[in-house]
């Protein structure tokens, strides 16, 4: 059974930071790709940021470029996304996804995700 489980999320004031977690059980993240999505009420599903962990690759959404950072410890099956520069468009629940097949910001490519952790941005 795979399981991610987020943590991290909060509520912060427009400039702040938070970093989210995404630990995995049954999985190892060695062998694909892990990214995280978010969705606004009223939204679709948007990719915010992926790693492809063998490799360390990394891609971001032109929305986060240069604010977010998604980071890996294979010891502790963890991805991180720390965000800084926070806006309040930002505010939206934080998904991790693990597992893709295609295009790291395609949503349905994604075979396992989390329950989610919710960002509120206030300004």
């Known amino acids: 059974l795979v399981e991610l489980v987020e943590s991290g999320g909060g509520s912060v004031q427009a400039g702040g930071s938070l970093r989210l977690s995404c630990t995995a059980s049954?999985?190892?993240?060695?062998?694909?790709?892990i990214a995280w999505f978010r969705q606004a009420p009223g939204k679709e599903r948007e990719g915010v940021a992926a790693i492809y962990t063998a490799a360390g690759s990394t891609f971001y959404a032109d929305t986060v470029q240069g604010r977010f950072t998604i980071s890996q410890d294979n010891a502790k099956n963890t991805v991180y996304l720390q965000m800084n520069s926070l806006k309040p468009e930002d505010t939206a629940m934080y998904y991790c996804a693990a597992g893709c097949d295609g295009s790291w910001y395609v949503a349905a490519g994604y075979m396992y995700w989390g329950q989610g952790t919710q960002v509120a941005v206030s300004s």
């Open positions: 049954g999985y190892s993240f060695r062998t694909n790709c």
